[in-house]
């Protein structure tokens, strides 16, 4: 028996030496020699619809790569007075060791550490609403210096009621086919849709809506899809159905819909707009309310408060 706990102890005793000589590879980094290069980091955001958006001193950002090993956990890393630089809040850091994707976002979700794990993202609720902020840059052996480009994960819609019959007012919309609920990949940033399903969303206001805006996830939804894109416009007069066709909604991006629903058959004309994605408490104090509570992102051309369901 002592044998064969001696041969046990030669055999382990080298991994617990190995172990024990590179606390960082325990930590999630290989840092011997040729290994890898320490991640020197800055962080800009180059949103199109939110230009003016800028880091402050004390932003924490969470950090991984597509490594799909250890390398790849959790890091936090916060940014430092110049607005500009990001530094790791422990002593253990990214490093690039191969060619794979360096991945950020905000807020931080988890602690620093622990395995990445997947976003979820949800619009169900417009008035409690997660404004990620994300980063993917390529990354190569021999790479130190990495600059992080955010954007905004979601995109919007606005949708603008251009003409109206004389005498109509609208006070209700349901917007019908989009999807409400997805899970993003945290080690490339891919959002898949999984299990969920389009659902309708219903807007009601107490005065006469003439436009409304509302964060939804990036997707495509095609005319010919079993629950299309449709806008339930309802009237004092009648009810309006809006079919918006082929539907693209992207990340950072706002798509601008002109309903005209003056006529015999309601028309519907999309646009993109840019540099429109405005922080609601500084622009927009007296628009649209989602039920108790302020919505992010939401501009009405009236006021009125609005409820979601």
């Not at 290989?30 to 230009?51: H, N």
């Not at 995109?155 to 999807?179: A, H, R, S």
């Not at 999309?270 to 501009?299: L, P, R």
Request: one cysteine or more.
């Amino acid at each position: 028996m002592k044998s064969i706990l001696h041969k046990l102890y030669i055999v382990l005793s080298p991994f617990v030496l190995f172990t024990g000589c590179y606390p960082d590879y325990l930590g999630g980094h290989y840092v011997e020699d040729g290994r890898g290069e320490k991640a020197v980091l800055t962080g800009v955001v180059e949103s199109a619809i939110e230009p003016d958006r800028h880091w402050n001193a004390g932003d924490q950002i969470s950090v991984t790569t597509s490594y799909y090993d250890q390398s790849a956990l959790n890091r936090i890393y916060t940014c430092a007075e110049d607005g500009l630089s990001f530094t790791p809040d422990t002593e253990i850091p990214i490093y690039i060791k191969g060619t794979g994707l360096l991945l950020a976002y905000y807020p931080v979700q988890g602690a620093d550490g622990a395995e990445p794990e997947a976003l979820s993202l949800s619009t169900s609720d417009q008035s409690h609403l997660t404004s990620y902020l994300f980063a993917r840059e390529p990354i190569k052996l021999g790479d130190s210096a990495v600059r992080l480009r955010f954007h905004h994960i979601l995109g919007q819609l606005q949708v603008n009621i251009t003409k109206l019959l004389p005498g109509e007012e609208i006070k209700t919309v349901v917007l019908k086919g989009f999807y409400h609920g997805a899970s993003v990949d945290p080690y490339s940033w891919d959002i898949y849709l999984g299990n969920n399903t389009p659902q309708d969303y219903m807007l009601t206001s107490s005065e006469p809506l003439t436009s409304f805006r509302l964060a939804l996830i990036p997707q495509t939804v095609a005319a010919e899809a079993a629950e299309p894109a449709y806008l339930s416009l309802v009237g004092t007069l009648r009810t309006y159905d809006v079919a918006l066709g082929n539907v693209l909604i992207e990340s950072d991006r706002l798509l601008t819909a002109s309903v005209d629903i003056s006529g015999p058959a309601p028309t519907v004309d999309f646009t993109y707009d840019e540099a429109v994605w405005t922080d609601y408490e500084e622009k927009f104090k007296n628009s649209i309310t989602f039920g108790s509570d302020t919505a992010q992102w939401a501009d009405s051309g009236k006021g009125g408060d609005i409820t979601s369901h």
